[in-house]
């Protein structure tokens, strides 16, 4: 079983940047797709950005499109997720996880099996 951590969270200005990380221990993420979903306040998680195997796919959800960059480094066993321009809105709780690899798909939670316990992003106006 494969435990993942994310870190990098913080308060920061709107027009800022932060950098996520989400390492992996237990297994090798390399053999793995890998995800970011968020969730704020009373709303449900939704998807961010991801990754394939090889760091060669990398879809992102509209609102964030041009302003993260999702990245892998399979050596480190670490997945990054760089944040620019944030918003108010970007605001939430972060999670990294892990695709399951019997699933194809990148953009649903039910594609993924395995989930770090979350970092918080908080975004001032």
């Known amino acids: 079983q494969v435990q993942l951590v994310e870190s990098g969270g913080g308060l920061v200005q709107a027009g800022g940047s932060l950098r996520l990380s989400c390492a992996a221990s237990?297994?090798?993420?390399?053999?793995?797709?890998m995800g970011w979903f968020r969730q704020a306040p009373g709303k449900e998680r939704e998807f961010v950005a991801a990754?394939?195997?090889?760091?060669?796919?990398?879809p992102y959800a509209a609102s964030v499109k041009g302003r993260f960059t999702v990245s892998r480094d399979n050596a480190k066993n670490t997945v990054y997720l760089q944040m620019n321009g944030l918003k108010p809105e970007d605001t939430a709780v972060y999670y990294c996880?892990?695709?399951?690899?019997?699933?194809?798909?990148?953009?649903?939670?039910?594609?993924?099996?395995?989930w770090g316990q979350g970092t918080q992003v908080t975004v001032s106006s």
């Open positions: 237990g297994r090798t993420l390399s053999s793995y797709a």
């Open positions: 990754i394939s195997m090889t760091g060669g796919f990398t």
């Open positions: 996880a892990r695709r399951s690899a019997t699933m194809t798909g990148y953009t649903s939670e039910k594609f993924y099996d395995n």
